[in-house]
């Protein structure tokens, strides 16, 4: 059974950083694009963040570039998000995905994490 299990959400201030991680097992994913997704209350989940399976290429939302990094690392079958300078506007529901169904930028992925909350106080 597959599972993506995601850690490192927390309550922080405008400015503060946060790494998030995801942690998969029962399968390995490192011929996979995994992404971060969020979602605010009454909102759509959102495009964060993409890798391919090496982890070279990498494509972001322009409302997190230059402020989220993703990376992996696959002999941990491990996937992070690196937030600094978070805003307000971050608030959200995080979630991990992997394996693209269609286009990555979509949340048509064949897995998911449960989420974890990351909240930005101003």
């Known amino acids: 059974q597959v599972q993506l299990v995601e850690t490192g959400g927390g309550l922080v201030q405008t400015g503060d950083s946060l790494r998030l991680s995801c942690v998969a097992s029962?399968?390995?994913?490192?011929?996979?694009?995994m992404a971060w997704f969020r979602q605010a209350p009454g909102q759509e989940r959102q495009f964060v963040a993409a890798?391919?399976?090496?982890?070279?290429?990498?494509f972001y939302a322009d409302s997190v570039k230059g402020r989220f990094t993703i990376s992996r690392d696959n002999a941990k079958n491990t996937l992070y998000l690196q937030m600094n300078s978070l805003k307000p506007e971050d608030t959200a529901v995080y979630y991990c995905?992997?394996?693209?169904?269609?286009?990555?930028?979509?949340?048509?992925?064949?897995?998911w994490g449960q989420g974890t909350q990351v909240t930005v106080s101003s």
């Open positions: 995905a992997a394996h693209a169904r269609t286009n990555i930028y979509k949340p048509d992925y064949e897995y």
């Open positions: 029962g399968r390995t994913f490192s011929t996979s694009y």
């Open positions: 890798n391919t399976g090496t982890g070279i290429s990498t």
